[in-house]
């Protein structure tokens, strides 16, 4: 069924400023009318959203599918399933797959996937350079054509300058934003978390944040200079947000994205559970107090603490979690990096980066961001609706009549714990299981056909 009735509800869509008690008639696919005693056909499905949020379906532009050539981690039909349980109605595949998605035989396949899995909206990233080497461009109007909606290489940063230079220059003849995962090999070598006093107290090889701060600032001068836009991804450090901020002071055409572990924990989550909560977990779960009965517990050197970017200083997370609340970061998402449990359980220094993020994102953005009045809700909705999907030139992000039909609806006060058991992920490596987290998505609706629902699920969700 592609029609659907939501009532009861609050509704926001922050692309048109809407926030009031109202229904939400979809016909066909498409949103047909957002008021109250709406006349809608007497045989027409209802859903009952009272109590609930009723909101533009959730986009998140940073997610890794894995396919093709990595399905034992996750598939396209896996990873959207943890989408729409995580409330998300649209993502967008990062290209780091095997083979990368640098031609456009590959983004056909991945488009024919998530057809067959009939769940969320997939959206392809192409790269940046060939095989995401970083030393020959990619075909990018071949891509634009095969239905690309960015390019990036993420996973890598392109390190030649002048050749990415070139690479915004056709991704503006194209109209194509590029995401960056900002990078600087010389300053990072191979460091595995952030360089300050936890990576020397555990005997860790350490990752400065002007290894961030460096490529931001060199984005920011590509973008001056070429008028791309260009999108920083995963920001961690403090530097990057000043840099950022000043550059869209000056009308530079650069943004870019938090992803939820970045504003929630920090480098001491890898010295153990103990030294993190002693340090820094009085302000991390919107609870107050200090180390409480409850609170989940892990070991030193746990590695599904290891994420690129990695966690970094209370000071990092405070400026990420101010760049938020000023509008300077514009976009959340995950960076949903599935592994399989035998390569996280290895030595810190060999587990590869990487958490999975899709069905924690929006309840640890709620408690960050939300819970500790920090913005309102539609400010933080916003983030995950309209501002990619304008971004990423998507007809998506709003519940305006004839849009498409993409609808979250979500609980922002309901409490429950996430288990490994009820991840639709086929890897589950989280640092957030065992963790009591407030808000959740209850039902996710994608062209008007409910494809989450807490008391009906889908097939495959």
């Given at each position: 069924?592609?029609?659907?009735?939501?009532?009861?509800?609050?509704?926001?869509?922050?692309?048109?400023?809407?926030?009031a008690r109202a229904e939400v008639l979809i016909l066909n696919g498409k949103i047909a009318a957002v008021g109250n005693l709406l006349p809608a056909p007497a045989d027409i499905p209802r859903l009952d959203a009272t109590g609930k949020i009723v909101c533009p379906g959730l986009i998140d532009l940073h997610v890794h599918f894995r396919e093709p050539?990595?399905?034992?981690?996750?598939?396209?039909?896996?990873?959207?399933?943890?989408?729409?349980?995580?409330?998300?109605?649209?993502?967008?595949?990062?290209?780091?797959?095997?083979?990368?998605?640098?031609?456009?035989?590959?983004?056909?396949?991945?488009?024919?996937?998530?057809?067959?899995?009939?769940?969320?909206?997939?959206?392809?990233?192409?790269?940046?350079?060939?095989?995401?080497?970083?030393?020959?461009?990619?075909?990018?109007?071949?891509?634009?054509?095969?239905?690309?909606?960015?390019?990036?290489?993420?996973?890598?940063?392109?390190?030649?300058?002048?050749?990415?230079?070139?690479?915004?220059?056709?991704?503006?003849?194209?109209?194509?934003?590029?995401?960056?995962?900002?990078?600087?090999?010389?300053?990072?070598?191979?460091?595995?978390?952030?360089?300050?006093?936890?990576?020397?107290?555990?005997?860790?090889?350490?990752?400065?944040?002007?290894?961030?701060?460096?490529?931001?600032?060199?984005?920011?001068?590509?973008?001056?200079?070429?008028?791309?836009?260009?999108?920083?991804?995963?920001?961690?450090?403090?530097?990057?947000?000043?840099?950022?901020?000043?550059?869209?002071?000056?009308?530079?055409?650069?943004?870019?994205?938090?992803?939820?572990?970045?504003?929630?924990?920090?480098?001491?989550?890898?010295?153990?559970?103990?030294?993190?909560?002693?340090?820094?977990?009085?302000?991390?779960?919107?609870?107050?107090?200090?180390?409480?009965?409850?609170?989940?517990?892990?070991?030193?050197?746990?590695?599904?603490?290891?994420?690129?970017?990695?966690?970094?200083?209370?000071?990092?997370?405070?400026?990420?979690?101010?760049?938020?609340?000023?509008?300077?970061?514009?976009?959340?998402?995950?960076?949903?990096?599935?592994?399989?449990?035998?390569?996280?359980?290895?030595?810190?220094?060999?587990?590869?980066?990487?958490?999975?993020?899709?069905?924690?994102?929006?309840?640890?953005?709620?408690?960050?961001?939300?819970?500790?009045?920090?913005?309102?809700?539609?400010?933080?909705?916003?983030?995950?609706?309209?501002?990619?999907?304008?971004?990423?030139?998507?007809?998506?992000?709003?519940?305006?009549?004839?849009?498409?039909?993409?609808?979250?609806?979500?609980?922002?006060?309901?409490?429950?714990?996430?288990?490994?058991?009820?991840?639709?992920?086929?890897?589950?490596?989280?640092?957030?299981?065992?963790?009591?987290?407030?808000?959740?998505?209850?039902?996710?609706?994608?062209?008007?056909?409910?494809?989450?629902?807490?008391?009906?699920?889908?097939?495959?969700?």
């Amino acid at each position: 069924m592609n029609s659907l009735l939501l009532t009861g509800g609050r509704v926001i869509d922050p692309a048109n400023h809407f926030d009031a008690r109202a229904e939400v008639l979809i016909l066909n696919g498409k949103i047909a009318a957002v008021g109250n005693l709406l006349p809608a056909p007497a045989d027409i499905p209802r859903l009952d959203a009272t109590g609930k949020i009723v909101c533009p379906g959730l986009i998140d532009l940073h997610v890794h599918f894995r396919e093709p050539g990595q399905t034992a981690k996750e598939t396209i039909a896996s990873g959207a399933a943890a989408a729409a349980r995580g409330g998300f109605a649209s993502v967008v595949c990062m290209p780091n797959t095997s083979p990368a998605i640098d031609n456009a035989g590959t983004v056909a396949l991945i488009h024919e996937r998530a057809a067959q899995a009939g769940l969320v909206n997939v959206f392809v990233a192409g790269t940046i350079t060939k095989n995401i080497a970083g030393e020959e461009l990619s075909p990018i109007g071949s891509l634009k054509k095969a239905g690309v909606v960015a390019i990036t290489d993420d996973g890598h940063c392109v390190q030649n300058n002048e050749l990415m230079r070139r690479a915004c220059e056709y991704a503006k003849m194209f109209d194509l934003p590029v995401m960056d995962h900002c990078q600087d090999y010389p300053l990072v070598t191979d460091g595995v978390m952030n360089e300050g006093y936890w990576s020397v107290a555990l005997g860790l090889r350490g990752w400065p944040s002007a290894g961030e701060e460096m490529i931001v600032a060199r984005n920011i001068l590509l973008a001056e200079l070429t008028g791309t836009r260009i999108h920083c991804q995963h920001l961690s450090a403090a530097g990057s947000v000043a840099l950022i901020r000043e550059a869209k002071k000056r009308g530079v055409p650069v943004s870019g994205e938090a992803c939820p572990h970045h504003f929630t924990l920090t480098d001491a989550a890898v010295a153990g559970s103990e030294k993190f909560w002693a340090d820094d977990g009085q302000s991390l779960l919107a609870t107050g107090g200090g180390r409480r009965e409850g609170l989940p517990t892990w070991p030193a050197y746990d590695t599904n603490f290891k994420m690129n970017p990695p966690l970094r200083s209370a000071r990092d997370r405070e400026a990420i979690l101010e760049g938020l609340a000023d509008g300077t970061i514009e976009i959340l998402c995950s960076d949903h990096a599935p592994h399989c449990d035998y390569e996280k359980e290895v030595e810190f220094d060999y587990a590869p980066f990487g958490i999975t993020g899709l069905e924690t994102e929006l309840a640890l953005s709620l408690m960050q961001l939300v819970h500790t009045n920090r913005m309102s809700l539609a400010d933080m909705l916003a983030k995950f609706t309209i501002n990619p999907a304008r971004l990423l030139n998507l007809n998506r992000g709003t519940l305006s009549v004839g849009a498409v039909a993409d609808v979250t609806v979500l609980d922002p006060d309901c409490e429950w714990v996430f288990q490994p058991g009820t991840s639709a992920s086929k890897s589950k490596n989280s640092p957030f299981f065992g963790w009591k987290l407030k808000g959740k998505a209850v039902a996710t609706v994608v062209a008007g056909k409910t494809v989450w629902s807490e008391r009906v699920k889908a097939p495959g969700v």
